[in-house]
């Protein structure tokens, strides 16, 4: 059996920053006017790849090798997971000949992928919040491909929004995981007592407050009560912060990735609800903070320490994280700055520049972990 099939972190890894440069490369072009294709406007097109094709990547190399680990189960390997990744393929595939393929078509092809990976998620029955997440993910694609297929459905942005939401959800659940490791190994890395005491209360709020803003956002989005749920749900993931003020553990990039996470969550919510309750702000804008700066600032946190970790290395991170985190941070500030005061340089300065800037750290990202990810694990064992 390949290596890249021994575990389900390595093909959705390595495939990930094909995703993650196939979902804004045509946005420059569409904007600049230089040529069309797509039967979806720009912005939609951009969303939907974003969440449905680069996020739920990221998703499923997390959860096919937490899963296993958490619960003692054998993992999904060889041709079962050959099979998921082969449909992820044939979901992008289909999304990027948008235009040229039947919208039927299109969404066939898109709809193959979440299903099959709940099938091979559903025989770890816990954490069940994970498999639940998935069903919902599901819902908000199908919503969105019924409506472009012409039936009465909500407007595609509220599927797209919802979708982004589970992924805040999902990454408030993964964290309360993840946060005790990394922040373990920091305080290592550091010379402090690796001694970690993360109070449940404050992940609960943090993911019960976005669970709430999730709803309203669905149901009501324009309400000014959805305007405060917003600024609670903003409170929360900043009361969350506060866990990680360890000294110099916060500046180890394990750590620091997840507090910037948290931070583009404040910001996005924040934004929001002040949005909803009339002041004048962008909200398509202000989102950006929260799908190109908090869900994928803690994707690339999630990927670093999952290959890390199950390649069978111990921290520290390479010194390149830093690099990536910066591209990411200025191509979602980029974006959000221009749009708010900037409105008429959109094309060059608020699309083209984010773009290149977002695209670009995920090829870096794969040079420092393909290595790991392409070769048998560093402890000898299998995986």
């Known amino acids: 059996m390949s290596i890249v099939l021994a575990y389900g972190f390595r ?8 995703a993650a ?32 094709g680069f996020l739920t990547a990221a998703l499923a190399g997390f959860l096919l090798t937490a899963l296993p680990s958490w619960s003692g ?153 959805t305007g405060w749920i917003a600024l609670a749900a903003a409170c929360a993931q900043a009361d969350r912060m506060v866990e990680l003020h360890h000294g110099p553990a916060l500046l180890r990039p394990q750590v620091f990735l997840f507090y910037l996470a948290q931070g583009w969550m404040v910001l996005g919510l924040g934004g929001l609800g002040l949005a909803i309750l009339a002041i004048d702000l962008d909200p398509i804008a202000i989102r950006h903070a929260l799908g190109l700066g908090a869900a994928t600032t803690a994707a690339v946190a999630v990927m670093s320490i999952v290959a890390l970790r199950h390649s069978g290395r111990a921290f520290p991170l390479p010194t390149a994280i830093w690099a990536i985190m910066a591209l990411i941070s200025l191509a979602a500030l980029w974006r959000i700055a221009v749009a708010l005061w900037w409105p008429s340089s959109m094309a060059l300065w608020g699309v083209t520049l984010p773009s290149i800037l977002w695209a670009t750290a995920f090829p870096l990202w794969l040079r420092c972990f393909a290595p790991w990810l392409l070769t048998p694990r560093a402890d000898g064992q299998t995986g």
């Not at 093909?11 to 094909?18: A, D, H, S, T, W």
């Not at 999904?76 to 393929?101: E, K, N, Q, S």
């Not at 091979?120 to 069903?135: G, K, L, M, N, Q």
């Not at 472009?148 to 805040?168: D, I, K, M, V, Y």
Request: proline share 11%.
């Open 11 to 18: 093909p959705f890894f390595l495939l990930l920053p094909l």
């Open 21 to 52: 440069i196939g979902a804004v490369l045509p946005l420059p072009v569409l904007w600049l006017g230089w040529g069309g294709g797509t039967s979806l406007p720009a912005g939609l097109w951009h969303g939907h790849e974003q969440i449905f």
């Open 73 to 225: 189960g054998p993992p999904v390997t060889g041709r079962p997971l050959a099979l998921l990744v082969g449909l992820w393929l044939l979901g992008r595939i289909g999304f990027w000949l948008d235009g040229l393929l039947p919208p039927s078509l299109v969404a066939g092809l898109d709809l193959l992928f979440l299903p099959a990976l709940l099938l091979a998620i559903a025989p770890y029955r816990r954490p069940w919040e994970f498999a639940a997440a998935v069903i919902l993910l599901i819902g908000a694609n199908t919503v969105f491909h019924l409506g472009r297929l012409g039936l009465p459905t909500p407007p595609a942005e509220q599927s797209l929004h919802a979708g982004l939401n589970l992924f805040l959800i999902l990454i408030a659940l993964a964290s309360g995981r993840i946060l005790p490791v990394a922040l373990r190994s920091a305080l290592l890395e550091t010379g402090q007592a690796p001694t970690v005491r993360l109070a449940p209360g404050r992940r609960h709020l943090a993911a019960a407050t976005l669970a709430l803003f999730a709803l309203a956002d669905l149901l009501a989005p324009d309400n000014p009560v």
